[in-house]
């Protein structure tokens, strides 16, 4: 009896503990524009895994070299943080959250966080990849993949777009506000 009784204590406190969960909530693209702080299209230079200031998780520092910024940025290189990264042998791996390598091209949407460094707008949704077509030479900005569920075949929302076209788009919203 007092087996179950310590048993049955031990199973609710358990259940009882705090649970969190990181929610995205999908941004229509003149959403993601207008609550960026700064839209840039850039080239990632490096990316620096740390501990957080009060170490209890792992973030990523991403330092990027602007080559142009479409919205709020002025400077040549800007760097912000996305959750996630390593730092020897511990992982955080956190769903939803963009990863990177030197070398990648994006259009970059990212929010400010007062004194801290940016981050990207919506996780994800923030991060729309540059890429170069080898049939028609163009630069290709690829949408993110941010709706989980039924994939459509020749979703116009899921072509990419040329680059020129995609600043643009952004310009205009930009402009409108």
Avoid at 29 to 56: C, H, I, K, M
Avoid at 132 to 154: W, Y
Wanted: charge should be positive; hydrophobic fraction near 45%; glycine fraction near 10%.
């Amino acid at each position: 009896m007092v087996r179950c009784s310590v048993a049955l204590i031990v199973l609710l406190a358990a259940l009882s503990s705090v649970v969190t969960a990181t929610t995205v909530v999908p941004l229509t693209f003149e959403q993601l524009v207008n609550e960026s702080a700064a839209v840039v299209y850039g080239r990632v230079t490096d990316v620096r895994p740390q501990w957080s200031d009060d170490r209890r998780f792992i973030e990523s520092v991403v330092s990027i070299e602007i080559l142009r910024g479409l919205k709020g940025a002025t400077r040549q290189t800007m760097a912000f943080t996305v959750p996630g990264g390593q730092v020897g042998r511990y992982v955080n791996v956190i769903p939803g959250a963009p990863a990177f390598s030197p070398g990648d091209l994006a259009v970059f949407f990212l929010s400010s966080r007062g004194a801290r460094l940016p981050v990207t707008t919506g996780l994800t949704q923030g991060i729309y990849r540059v890429q170069h077509d080898a049939r028609s030479g163009a630069m290709l900005v690829m949408p993110p993949v941010i709706e989980p569920g039924r994939v459509v075949r020749g979703d116009a929302g899921r072509r990419p777009a040329p680059l020129a076209v995609f600043e643009s788009s952004v310009r205009g919203i930009v402009g409108a506000r």
